[in-house]
């Protein structure tokens, strides 16, 4: 049985009637409480969503026509319509000036609002810090990524963690980062924007937390075996709740030392994200590991986080158990 080009067309009309009640069930998939992007808790993550926000609907302002359009000439020009044929039509005025004006206009508006987003999310001094009064002096916070974990040294408090990073609510934080080995990206989607961590050296970071809660940090760069475990996790807690926090911390008898450091940035894997705390930190740690990492320092992966994993997770390998050396 033979099908013409006319049946054809009203089976494909029927079937794309058919599909559209389906496309909003498809979609209902897409949760939005996934989106941590959109659910911000400092004022750089709510300029970020912002900033976004604008350059989807700047987009959308394009591609909505456009696709009307198409659609329109698609009904208009259609060959069951018998529509006019002019062969000395050359060139229409209006259109021109639309195909000119209109995405000339999109690149200024869209060259405007990066302009002002770079300034206010740039990490060395973010301005959207400034649309609130902070509570109390910048903290200061280090930060260096192993393989793959995240240390985190507290310099005025002389105190250090690994996987785990508190901070007082309303009060801005000042973060400087830095790794052994491989690039990551600190990334917290709801606080800081996301940054390169990098060996040998040093970049800056910053947030603030408008209420307390808790959310995860992780590397955004695929960075080795470990990559899927190097997760962090973030607290914010009143002023008084972080001054206990650290009396906790101070109780260890734990001392991060360059030695001890050694032992932790060892490739290793926190397959329980279980956080380590450590009462006194060495000071100059960090400019020490951005040395030693110039100087061509390195942390041998073992053989077994990269060849043998699967069959080492089955057998509750030690060093998956917990982070090496704890």
């Known amino acids: 049985m033979l099908i013409t080009r006319s049946q054809s067309g009203l089976v494909a009309t029927r079937l794309a009637r058919l599909a559209c009640p389906l496309i909003?069930?498809?979609?209902?998939?897409?949760?939005?409480?996934?989106?941590?992007?959109?659910?911000?808790?400092g004022p750089l993550a709510q300029a970020e969503v912002r900033f976004t926000l604008i350059d989807v609907g700047v987009m959308l302002c394009l591609i909505l026509p456009t696709f009307l359009m198409i659609l329109w000439c698609l009904w208009r020009y259609r060959r069951t319509r018998q529509g006019a044929y002019n062969p000395k039509w050359s060139r229409s005025r209006p259109i021109e000036i639309a195909m000119w004006v209109i995405p000339f206009l999109t690149v200024a508006v869209l060259a405007f609002v990066s302009f002002r987003g770079v300034y206010q999310l740039d990490p060395y001094h973010p301005r959207a810090l400034g649309t609130g009064p902070p509570l109390g002096p910048p903290l200061r916070v280090d930060v260096i990524a192993t393989d793959w974990q995240w240390v985190f040294i507290y310099p005025k408090q002389h105190i250090a963690t690994i996987d785990e990073l508190v901070v007082p609510v309303g009060r801005n934080v000042k973060f400087r980062l830095t790794s052994t080995a491989v690039?990551?990206?600190?990334?917290?989607?709801?606080?800081?924007?996301?940054?390169?961590?990098?060996?040998?050296?040093?970049?800056?970071?910053?947030?603030?937390?408008?209420?307390?809660?808790?959310?995860?940090?992780?590397?955004?760069?695929?960075?080795?075996?470990?990559?899927?475990?190097?997760?962090?996790?973030?607290?914010?807690?009143?002023?008084?709740?972080?001054?206990?926090?650290?009396?906790?911390?101070?109780?260890?008898?734990?001392?991060?030392?360059?030695?001890?450091?050694?032992?932790?940035?060892?490739?290793?894997?926190?397959?329980?994200?279980?956080?380590?705390?450590?009462?006194a930190a060495t000071p100059?740690?960090?400019?020490?590991?951005?040395t030693a990492a110039r100087a061509g320092k390195v942390y041998p992966v073992k053989e077994d986080l990269t060849k043998h994993m699967a069959i080492a997770a089955r057998r509750h390998a030690a060093y998956l158990a917990a982070p090496f050396g704890r």
């Open 24 to 41: 909003p069930l498809m979609l209902s998939g897409c949760a939005f409480r996934h989106f941590r992007l959109f659910h911000p808790a």
């Open 183 to 279: 690039v990551n990206d600190f990334y917290i989607p709801q606080l800081a924007p996301m940054i390169d961590v990098m060996p040998g050296m040093r970049t800056e970071n910053a947030l603030r937390i408008g209420r307390p809660g808790a959310w995860r940090g992780f590397s955004a760069n695929l960075s080795g075996a470990g990559f899927s475990w190097m997760i962090f996790q973030t607290r914010g807690v009143p002023p008084s709740a972080f001054k206990a926090w650290v009396r906790k911390v101070e109780q260890s008898p734990d001392h991060l030392t360059y030695a001890r450091f050694e032992t932790v940035a060892k490739p290793s894997i926190n397959l329980l994200h279980t956080p380590a705390y450590f009462s």
């Open 284 to 290: 100059g740690l960090f400019r020490h590991v951005i």
